[in-house]
């Protein structure tokens, strides 16, 4: 099926994105949120994003007009759904929130829209019962910064149609992403299930007093010629999130994350150091030492 009108449910950070990458590909644009106010924080959103367009991608203002101009704004889920070949959904990341989402949206949806999730850390077979419809549903998860970090993972559950499926991996390829087809659930998908264990280990190196932060990623970039090594990752990432999952683990009875989470509140948040963000963390921005190419011959 050759998707044309999508809806993007939950204009926030990642929301926002996903509607304007493809309705700058040149789809119509439902945007969904439960409030006005969340609506007028998506519209300033939206011209972050043409700023972004227009640096990285080298986007006209005539292409970004005609991109804001294929979306519509909607707070009644009916509405926004009505003409619907694609439902991506991007409301907070909290059981209960997407629960509710799709089993409200069961009700309003034509029967042969299709329903994504771009949940980061559930399941899609944790909602497929709520959706109504779990053939025509599966996961479509983008990166932050979609516009150039563009990745598409695309996963199912169990009960998805292959068709659905497939007709899916192609939309994000006409959206300018690179398709990258899960064939089983995977929680984390590919790019976590490499990347926590990986910035684990980083943290358990430093925490547990084996080597410090630069050497860490020292290592990690000569030998493998990456252009970054875990703790510059982290920077990027921003050190709230590490922090809150370490807590998580920590409250779970992980008494490694729960060094860890010391760490980061004690070294790092305390001291304002948030990472990238604010041009503090593991290194000092916008120049960081590891992109000195000193630091990797000292
Ligand atoms: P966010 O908090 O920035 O945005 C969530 C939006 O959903 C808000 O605008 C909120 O008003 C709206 N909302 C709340 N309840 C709603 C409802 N019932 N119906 C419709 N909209 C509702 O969150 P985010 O960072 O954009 O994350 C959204 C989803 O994307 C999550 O599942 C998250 O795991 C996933 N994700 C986030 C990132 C990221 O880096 N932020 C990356 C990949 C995937």
Do not use: C
């Amino acid at each position: 099926m050759d998707f044309k009108n999508v809806t993007v449910a939950g204009s926030g950070v990642l929301g926002s994105q996903i509607a304007f990458q493809s309705a700058y590909h040149g789809f119509d644009v439902a945007v969904y949120d439960i409030t006005d106010d969340a609506l007028t924080r998506a519209k300033e959103r939206f011209e972050v994003l043409k700023k972004h367009f227009k640096k990285d991608l080298k986007a006209t203002d005539e292409q970004l007009d005609a991109a804001y101009g294929r979306l519509s704004f909607h707070t009644d889920l009916g509405e926004a759904v009505e003409n619907a070949d694609l439902m991506i959904e991007a409301v907070p990341e909290v059981l209960d929130i997407k629960k509710e989402f799709y089993t409200d949206l069961a009700k309003v949806a034509p029967e042969q829209t299709v329903f994504a999730t771009n949940t980061s850390t559930m399941l899609p077979s944790t909602f497929a019962e709520y959706t109504g419809r779990p053939e025509k549903f599966l996961a479509l998860h983008f990166a932050n910064d979609i516009w150039r970090s563009n990745t598409a993972e695309v996963m199912g559950h169990g009960g998805t149609d292959e068709s659905v499926f497939n007709d899916v991996v192609e939309f994000s390829k006409a959206i300018g992403m690179v398709a990258l087809p899960l064939h089983k659930e995977q929680p984390g998908y590919i790019l976590n299930t490499l990347l926590v264990p990986f910035l684990n280990s980083a943290q358990y190196l430093v925490v547990n007093g084996i080597s410090d932060p630069h050497t860490v990623d020292k290592t990690w970039m000569i030998a493998t010629g990456a252009p970054r090594g875990p703790f510059a990752i982290l920077d990027v990432i921003g050190i709230n999130t590490p922090y809150h999952l370490s807590v998580a683990k920590a409250n779970a009875g992980d008494a490694e994350a729960a060094k860890v989470a010391d760490y980061l509140k004690t070294e790092f948040l305390d001291k304002g150091r948030m990472g990238i963000q604010n041009g503090k963390g593991f290194y000092d921005y916008p120049n960081p030492r590891y992109m000195d190419p000193d630091f990797l011959k000292e």
